[in-house]
Nanobody, 122 residues
Framework: LGLLAESGGGSVQAGGSLRLSCARSRFTVTPACVAWIHEAPGKEQEGIAFIRTNEGDTTYSDSVKGRFTISQDSAKETVDLQMNSLKPEDTGTYYC???????????????WGHGTQLTVSS
């Protein structure tokens, strides 16, 4: 079936840090890629980071490069997103997504969590 569950959202001030976690379960085969997708209020979803689960390679969007770090714990089947130097424009819903293709295009992922909310105040 493949289930994803995000946790760790909340409210922080600009410049602060937060760590999101994505736990996966019930995957019969480990997905090739796990990504974090950001949906800002009133805007389209944006893929901001992904990790290749076998190789551990990572890719980031320009909007978060240098500020966010995606990592995985294969034993725990979790993928975390460490977010530093947060900005008000980082506000929104963060989804964990998984699938066989490693891209920053949200539509390429076929497993999704329910999302977790982040509010960054100025």
């Amino acid at each position: 079936l493949g289930l994803l569950a995000e946790s760790g959202g909340g409210s922080v001030q600009a410049g602060g840090s937060l760590r999101l976690s994505c736990a996966r379960s019930r995957f019969t085969v480990t997905p090739a890629c796990v990504a974090w997708i950001h949906e800002a209020p009133g805007k389209e979803q944006e893929g901001i980071a992904f990790i290749r689960t076998n190789e551990g390679d990572t890719t980031y969007s320009d909007s978060v490069k240098g500020r966010f770090t995606i990592s995985q714990d294969s034993a725990k089947e979790t993928v975390d997103l460490q977010m530093n130097s947060l900005k008000p424009e980082d506000t929104g819903t963060y989804y964990c997504a998984a699938g066989p293709f490693c891209t920053l295009t949200p539509g390429d992922y076929n497993y999704w969590g329910h999302g977790t909310q982040l509010t960054v105040s100025s």
